[in-house]
């Protein structure tokens, strides 16, 4: 029997392209995802190794060369904000993938626990905000935690959804009443609010998961290079004083079935979201970060350790964007009607929360003292006002937009006889919402034991204003604060009804 050779060499080839598929994008990209303007835009995928890849996006076409793993990239120009949809297509062989309705405009990441994870449709104002969520310019990619971190154990596809990979899932949409309630609610308001303010497109990308601490938002390498976080790393993080106990106890519930079998991955084990959830999306050049979490570090009351965290995540999410100023907008932990131990740092956590925000360029802590919940709900479901302040924040900081978004603060005290006076700047129109005097404000002597003040609005002038607080219980005052508690009932607010942050004025660094 003879086989000719050029039969079997063309029933190879013939074999080869059947075989051969078409090039294809990484998970990051896809239809109806917002380009970011302005910057070079890296586009990325895979495609038959060691030949060549055509991109194609409007007019700008690009040729590259796919490596020897299948891995290509090339990277588009700058471009101007564009609400026209258009096409994006990766060629090879005379096959194409493409993608539908991309446009050119801002891109933001929404990222945090439970209160950021919570939906739109679970909102007090879902309704009517549900019915108004059409907007062909806001698209929207929600990434959907695939297992649970409910009281329960973990069954078999729970465990097998733990992986880097495949623990988050979502895909770009275009915001309307049908897709716009499992969208993350604040992260929906704040895309909603920069819509209006800018009137170009704009893209939110949502990971995020309830109960997580800002531990397993750090990338692997730096907790693994970091000395600081020696105990969070491989096997020890369950017993590692760096995670609170409800975090340690919901995640052994969680794997117990395996837990004799060694340390199963956990989303809250450290490091796990950052891989699973912000990895693969630091290819796009996004504008900042809009975060909101915080209740279940508070739980440790140490604002030195929350402060290190909050700032080593932050400088390894700037260095993994490749952008050293890329803003935070942080919204800080409300008010909770709560006695439980668990929540008897929030006072603490907030005053981390402004102190990083003062320290490290271009982080911006959002006050909302006056909107948590009234009972005991870690989840208050009126989230509006919390992404509409987000909003005009970065509106305000970040895109240079004269919108209100600062509430008054302390800038200066000064103890004076048997009254302490108090300055605070953002204070035009300082009043209150109820007609009477400020509420929450306390004051100390010496001795350092806190009693209820009595306050007068004194002095104002320009965008400052003085109140003066007393006491019968204090002699001669040496301190006072502000809502200085997990819940309070504040009633102090500017003329933009923007309400008066949280402060005290014994700082642990003025005791040292």
Known sequence: MHIHTPCILAAVIALNAAWAAAPQFDRIYGSHMVIPHGKNVPVSGTADPNKEVTVTFGSVTLKTKADPQGKWSVTLPPMQPNATGRTLTASQNGDSSQLDDLLVGEVWLASGQSNMLFRLNQTSTAKEDIAASGDEQLRLLNNVPQAHTNNAPYSDKDFNAVTTDKFYQGKWVVSSPSTSGPMAA???????KLREGLSIPVG?????????????????QVINTN??????????WLDSPLISGWVKGRARKNISPRLNQGSPNHPYKPAFLYE???????ALPITGVLWYQGESDAEIIDNEQNGKLLKTMISSWRKAFRNP???????????????????????EFREMQDAVAKTVPHVYSVNT??????????????????????????????YGKKVPCEGPALRTFKPSGSSILIQMEHAAGLTTTDGR????????????????ASAEITNRKGHTAVIRLTSPEVKSPKHARYCWNRFVTPNLVNGDQLPARPFRTDTPSSKK
Do not use: C
């Not at 604040?186 to 909603?192: A, D, I, N, Q």
């Not at 000395?227 to 020890?236: A, D, I, V």
């Not at 699973?276 to 630091?282: K, L, Q």
């Open 186 to 192: 604040v992260g929906y308001y704040f895309g909603k």
């Open 204 to 220: 939110i990308i949502h990971s995020s998961l309830g109960g997580s601490e800002i531990a397993a938002w750090i990338p692997q």
């Open 227 to 236: 000395s600081s976080f020696r105990t969070l790393r491989g096997n020890n």
């Open 276 to 282: 699973s959830g912000i990895a693969w999306t630091t």
């Open 325 to 347: 100023d890329m803003p935070f907008v942080m919204i800080q932990l409300p008010r909770i009607n709560d006695p439980s131990k668990t929540r008897a740092g929030w006072p």
């Open 369 to 398: 003292i006056d909107l948590g919940s009234t009972n005991a709900d870690v989840h208050p479901p009126f989230k509006r006002p919390v992404g509409e302040r987000a909003g005009n924040t970065a509106l305000n900081k970040i």
């Open 437 to 452: 005097e400020p509420a929450q404000f306390e004051i100390a002597g010496a001795d350092g034991v806190y009693h209820p």
